[in-house]
């Protein structure tokens, strides 16, 4: 069966600090990845996906990259992070080209102080 | 471009009554439309998805309606029970999942 890891779960980052979160999918191939922020009491806001290795697409203007060096790695970086970067951060992944269910990770709770 | 607004933003309902979550979105192209549960502090997960060839789709205490001429679509919950509290999402695209628009979210509260 399929699972989907996300680390850390929680982090206190100071201003300026870089970040990493990191993603990774067992039981599939070629996945389609994505990140999704989720601010206190907010809904889902895309930030970024990838169809496969090497190719990532992003949906919002920020202080964040994000790559996918393995086909079932999705990592979410920045070099300097902002109080705005606080939030809850969730990785998922679907399959096939389509609209259906998209799976999320347990997500990871960012603190920017 | 796409948007979908989603009523009401909060919900408390007696236990064992049924609650309902609205819809609309703008896009007459959108053809897939999924719910999401979130419970507090966890990951948001699909509970029923609907798609445009078909008006109603039910599972256990769960249905979803859709009215493609209204372009809105809702959630219904029958017998509500604690569990059921969380906040829904729903969402529509037109074609894949990195086109999904979301709703804000609607707090579900289940009264004793």
């Known amino acids: 069966s399929q699972t989907i890891h996300q680390w850390p779960a929680t982090l206190v980052q100071p201003v300026g600090s870089p970040l990493s979160l990191e993603c990774t999918v067992e039981g599939t191939s070629n996945p389609n990845l994505y990140w999704y922020r989720q601010a206190a009491g907010r809904g889902l806001q895309l930030l970024f996906y990838s169809v496969g290795i090497g190719q990532i697409s992003s949906e919002v203007p920020q202080n964040l990259s994000a790559s996918r060096p393995q086909d079932r790695q999705f990592i979410l970086s920045s070099k300097k992070l902002l109080l705005s970067d606080s939030g809850f951060y969730l990785c998922a992944w679907s399959v096939g080209s389509g609209a259906n269910v998209l799976t999320f990770g347990a997500g990871s709770r960012l603190t920017v102080l | 471009g796409e948007n979908v607004e989603q009523h009401p933003s909060t919900l408390s309902v007696q236990e064992g009554d049924s609650a309902v979550i609205k819809c609309t979105y703008s896009?007459?192209?959108?053809?897939?439309f999924p719910w999401y549960k979130q419970e507090l502090g966890k990951r948001p997960q699909l509970i029923i998805d609907?798609?445009?060839n078909v008006g109603e789709k039910k599972d256990q205490r769960i249905a979803v309606t859709l009215n493609k001429t209204a372009k809105h679509f809702s959630l219904h919950i029958t017998e509500t029970q604690p569990e059921d509290s969380a906040v829904y999402f729903c969402?529509?695209?037109?074609?894949?999942?990195?086109?999904?628009?979301w709703g804000a979210g609607t707090k579900l509260i289940i009264k004793p």
């Open positions: 969402a529509a695209s037109k074609g894949s999942n990195y086109q999904l628009i």
């Open positions: 896009d007459s192209a959108s053809n897939y």
């Open positions: 609907i798609r445009s």
